[in-house]
């Protein structure tokens, strides 16, 4: 298992604006104030590991012996051998800050600035993984993106990784929920063509959707 400690998260309230519908100077000052009470409270850190597809079967495969279900991770791995299961976080300082406000749009706030801080730490990890291995292009799926592979996968995959909380201090809850809650988890992999899990979710008016929802692709992935 590698670990990456201390990953930078800059945080730019300006960048922030973006992910919000409104727009008022009151408004933005206080995002601002938001962002900057935020930006001391993420120590970002990941733990990925490199692992081997090992067996392949109609509605999923193995990886180092560790059996997932999914016909989209399968259909995603055909080309691979080689992948990158991982987590992220961004500790529980927020968290515990949060629980402590009491203004609902501020919990809101902090809630999504969190959510932008754990991306950037991800996006810091696939980073790290294109530079050390040399490949051009990654992507990933999480556990419960989608309902091909749902949230129990937490369970295959944390074995997959060994001992998460040890390295990170993230744990599973009973509920396979991640604690603390900013944390991601999910396998990079190689691949020609980048893949997002959007384009086979059909929910509609998604503020988070990345890229556009194809019925053709799902039929192509077996789940349309
Ligand atoms: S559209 Fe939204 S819910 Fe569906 S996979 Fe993308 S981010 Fe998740």
Redesign the pocket.
Known sequence: MHVLEEIPVMLDHTEIQGNFRTGSTEWAKRLEQLVETVQPLVFAKAVYKIAYVDSRRADGLDIDSVRFTSKVLRKNLDEARRVFPYVVTIGNALEDKMRLCTDALDQYFLDTVGTIAVVKARNHLEEHLRSKFHLERLSFMGPG??PDWPIQEQRPLFALLGDVEGAIGVKLTQTLLMSPLKSLSGIYFPTQVPFF??QL?P?EN?P???AKYSEMLAKEYGIG
């Open positions: 993106s989608l899990s959007c979710c929910r998604c988070s959707r990345k």
